[in-house]
């Protein structure tokens, strides 16, 4: 059976109860909640301004002011209602420090020696990064080696850089990958234009033939048919002619002097360096060198002796011991004249060598009495 029809009193009561509860139904905005003037006039002329005037610092005042430009993108109605009463919040405070409550007086005093120790740790980190950054930059900056980076079909002459920039492999890189391409183009252009003839002279001998009933399509304008991959063809030749030129380039008087300037450069840095760890400097060519052995098949023939003298021999210093075995060793020393320092000047010599005598004549009673013992 159908239900009965409700009456008109149910009607009536049915929307007295829509209208009640309609209107406790939020309201759904077409344009997001920071643009409308309800929202904007009283943020920014009373909260924002008041909270600006009532800052009891300008660290705090800082502080807020950023508060408001971070969460300017806020769009949800919840965000942006939450962070409206936290502003809230923190004028109530301010208004309450400067009208003399002693608490939040030293409350604000603290939180703005705090942001003054944040501030100070961020610079700190900034500098730290940015000096990061410049020794960094210093590491790994590309230095003229002396050689030569001999031109090719890819790249004019340069000077040979450590580390290689990427711009200049990038540009390698992409202009060999553009050769094979355009190789590959070429050779599918003149497959299309070898077809093409051959239709051509299949077309021009049908027509000869008499009695044949065809209408022609490449013999009334070959050329037409013919000058597009024409064109394409000679873009590539050109290109493969910019390339032959690219690698007959002769290098430029400047970078030839600059390259050679750069030899000596490193001629003169390693003379620098030769001498700095010889006054005692230890260097990281002097401590890679101090690590490194002879090969493993003449380690394997050294007595222990000869391997001890080989890691004495690898330091820097010419004079004392190490110089004494470099000299055993057969070295070709910087200045040979230097280990002779260690004899004393020449009118001391004798009285150096008879002291030596008894040193070495009172070692051998020593250890002959203490055999005995």
Known sequence: MDAPAPSAESLAHRARLAKLVSELRPTRFRAPLTRLLAHRIPTLWTLYRGILRDAP???IRSRMRAFFHNRKALRAQGDVTRELRKAHKWWDVFRKARA???HLQAVCARYSRMLEGAQAQ???DRVYEEELAWYERMRTRPIMTGAYLRPSLFNGP??????????????ITYRRKARERRMARHEILQEDLALLNLE???ERSLAAKEGTQLTPVFTDDFNAWREPIKRSMDDISRSFEREKARLQTPYPPEMLEAIKEARREKIRNKTREGERERRGEMTNRLMKRMRQGPPPHVLAMMTDEQRRMDRIARGASEVGYVGQVKRRLGFRLKDGE???VEMGQPENREALDR???????ENERRRANQADA
Do not use: S, W
């Open 100 to 102: 003399g409550d002693a």
């Open 355 to 361: 002291l030596a005598e008894q040193i070495a004549l």
């Open 122 to 124: 961020a610079r700190a």
């Open 158 to 171: 340069l000077p040979r850089l450590v580390p290689q920039p990427l711009h200049i492999t990038g540009m």
């Open 338 to 340: 230097a280990g002779k």
């Open 200 to 202: 051509n002279h299949f």
């Open 57 to 59: 610092t300008e660290t």
